[in-house]
T-cell receptor, first 111, second 114 residues
Framework: AQRVTQPEKLLSVFKGAPVELKCNYSYSGSPELFWYVQYSRQRLQLLLRHISRESIKGFTADLNKGETSFHLKKPFAQEEDSAMYYCALRKTMGAGNMLTFGGGTRLMVKP | EPEVTQTPSHQVTQMGQEVILRCVPISNHLYFYWYRQILGQKVEFLVSFYNNEISEKSEIFDDQFSVERPDGSNFTLKIRSTKLEDSAMYFC????????????FGQGTRLTVV
């Protein structure tokens, strides 16, 4: 069965510092990976997905199949980046298209 | 921008009672989902629904749970006889396409079973 691990429950950085939120996965096939973000009192929303290879709000994430990782990075954190971040995997083999989530990392950006 | 809407935002119920959580997915979406998040734990998949039937369900989704699309707009999750361990945040989501579509989430219903 697929699994997503986010090893850090909390990551605290100062404004302007680089940020890396770690995500590792296990899946026997070739996965589809996503980062979702939940700002305070708001709903889960898609931040980015690996297939689109885009940068959203300055964040990027590269799928590393060798290391089975999909870390989220931003070179200069902003206070408005403070939120809960979830890495998620969607199977590409077999039935079903549900998302498997990691446990989430709370990012706090201090002024 | 269209949104997935869930009601109520918070529901308190006594153990053993039935609850129905309601969701209005985005209107042109075809795939509907329920997830839950017990406090301090991961967001977990419960069930997906397409073409008026369940397409996939997790081990959590036992006989106490059921889903329905009673009309063209609502998507409901029923818990027949609630247990204390059903206390969680329940998220509804919908997507337009099966493999390429982004899942849009509702704001959640916090269910507290006492």
């Amino acid at each position: 069965a697929q699994r997503v691990t986010q090893p850090e429950k909390l990551l605290s950085v100062f404004k302007g510092a680089p940020v890396e939120l770690k995500c590792n996965y296990s899946y026997s096939g070739s996965p589809e990976l996503f980062w979702y973000v939940q700002y305070s009192r708001q709903r889960l929303q898609l931040l980015l997905r690996h297939i689109s290879r885009e940068s959203i709000k300055g964040f990027t994430a590269d799928l590393n199949k060798g290391e089975t990782s999909f870390h989220l990075k931003k070179p200069f954190a902003q206070e408005e980046d403070s939120a809960m971040y979830y890495c998620a995997l969607r199977k590409t083999m077999g039935a079903g298209n549900m998302l498997t989530f990691g446990g989430g990392t709370r990012l706090m950006v201090k002024p | 921008e269209p949104e997935v809407t869930q009601t109520p935002s918070h529901q308190v119920t006594q153990m053993g009672q039935e609850v129905i959580l309601r969701c209005v997915p985005i209107s042109n979406h075809l795939y509907f989902y329920w997830y839950r998040q017990i406090l301090g734990q991961k967001v977990e998949f419960l069930v997906s629904f397409y073409n008026n039937e369940i397409s996939e369900k997790s081990e959590i989704f036992d006989d106490q749970f059921s889903v329905e699309r009673p009309d063209g707009s609502n998507f409901t999750l029923k818990i027949r006889s609630t247990k204390l361990e059903d206390s969680a945040m329940y998220f509804c989501a919908s997507s337009e396409a099966l493999w390429a579509g982004e899942a849009f989430f509702g704001q959640g219903t916090r269910l507290t079973v006492v």
